[in-house]
Structure formats: C-alpha cells, structure tokens
T-cell receptor
Framework: KNEVEQSPQNLTAQEGEFITINCSYS?????LHWLQQHPGGGIVSLFM???GKKKHGRLIATINIQEKHSSLHITASHPRDSAVYIC????????????FGTGTLLAVQP | KAGVTQTPRYLIKTRGQQVTLSCSPI?????VSWYQQTPGQGLQFLFE???????NKGNFPGRFSGRQFSNSRSEMNVSTLELGDSALYLC???????????FGQGTRLTVV
C-alpha cells in the first residue's frame, strides 16, 4: 500500500463544476503539499499546509491531521485548470524529503 | 527573482554512457532536492542537499550520485545508463527547512 493515496486517479468535469480531489496518508508528516503539473513537466506548488484550511483564488485546501486526510477543492472550474494534481507529504525529521501520491489527472471540458 | 533553472532540458544518451544534470536553485535557497518521474513509478525522491551536505538519499542504486556546491547549485550524475533511467528528472529548492518547494522545469532524459 502506498504511503500517500489519491483519489480519483482521473476526473473529467464540465466547466463551472465544483471539483474535489482527495488525499490520504499513512505516515507521520510535518506538512502536506498540493502540486500542479501541466503537460511539459513543470510542477507548481499550490499549497503547503500542516493544519486547517488555505484558500488561493478558486482553490481551497483542507487537512485533517487526526484522520490523515486532505482535500483540494476547485470552485467554478475552468479548462485552464486541466492538469495533474499531486499530493505530497513532507516526512518530517531532519529532511525535506517529499513522498508523492500518484496524481489525479483532471480534464475540464468547456 | 529567477526561478529554479535546470539544464539541459532534454538529453538523449546511449546505454552505458554517463550523464550530468544541473540545477541552479532560487537565489538564497540552500536546500536542493532531486526527484525522478516515470510513468510507471511516478515521482520518487533521489537525494536532498543542504549547505553542500547530502542530508538524505532515496532508494536508488549507487549509479545515481549528486553534489552541491558552495553557491548552492547542484548536480546529479548517473553512470552506466540503463534504458530504465529514461525519465523526467526534477529538482526543487527551498530556503532552509520545512517550507514550500519550488520546482524547476525538469530535464527529460532518454536512454536509447
């Protein structure tokens, strides 16, 4: 079993829909990261959080430390949101090592 | 402020050769981590350097090595290339400890 699990693996939505991507982890963490990867490879950090909730524009990330679960929400989705969304955890200790989920491929259709 | 710069962006090598990839972190960032991304295995941690010291290493064979220079620039080297080493290699920099990671565009290595 992977230390970081994401669901769903693939998601197709219509423009304007509310989207939720889930992430569960089984290891102790110092922080959880949500990343976005577009075709071509570059990865952009969307959020880093260790408790509660963060919001940037139409994106919202939440984390429940007790349940070892995080969600990424996209409100009013747009075709430009189409990308792979990756959940990663910082394993803590004296290291910045990231452990990644397998990613969620999101396609938003106009 | 310039982002994380990885060179080269694309590389084609033959089995048995060696390759060196370079990563220049954001100015002031002292932590550089390297990751390998393949369709089969996803993103996997290779190594992390902080102030020229390797702080952690992933589960990769000894053919994979790296180093960090005093200006925080980092290189990774893969010797005796195998077909399975074909991947996107990404580096990420952070200022110091447990902060947001900034990724480069990656180097796509193809081994033929």
């Amino acid at each position: 079993k992977n230390e970081v699990e994401q669901s769903p693996q693939n998601l197709t939505a219509q423009e304007g829909e509310f989207i939720t991507i889930n992430c569960s982890y089984s290891v102790g963490i110092s922080a959880l990261h949500w990343l976005q990867q577009h075709p071509g490879g570059g990865i952009v950090s969307l959020f880093m959080l260790s408790s509660g909730k963060k919001k940037h524009g139409r994106l919202i990330a939440t984390i429940n430390i007790q349940e070892k679960h995080s969600s990424l929400h996209i409100t009013a989705s747009h075709p430009r949101d189409s990308a792979v969304y990756i959940c990663a955890v910082s394993s803590g200790g004296a290291t910045n090592k990231l452990i990644f989920g397998t990613g969620t491929l999101l396609a938003v259709q106009p | 402020k310039a982002g994380v710069t990885q060179t080269p962006r694309y590389l084609i090598k033959t089995r048995g050769q060696q390759v060196t990839l370079s990563c220049s972190p954001i100015s002031g960032h002292r932590s550089v981590s390297w990751y390998q991304q393949t369709p089969g295995q996803g993103l996997q941690f290779l190594f992390e350097y902080f102030s020229e010291t390797q702080r952690n290493k992933g589960n990769f064979p000894g053919r994979f090595s790296g180093r960090q220079f005093s200006n925080s620039r980092s290189e990774m080297n893969v010797s005796t290339l195998e077909l399975g080493d074909s991947a996107l290699y990404l580096c990420a920099s952070r200022p110091t400890g447990f902060t947001e990671a900034f990724f480069g565009q990656g180097t796509r290595l193809t081994v033929v």
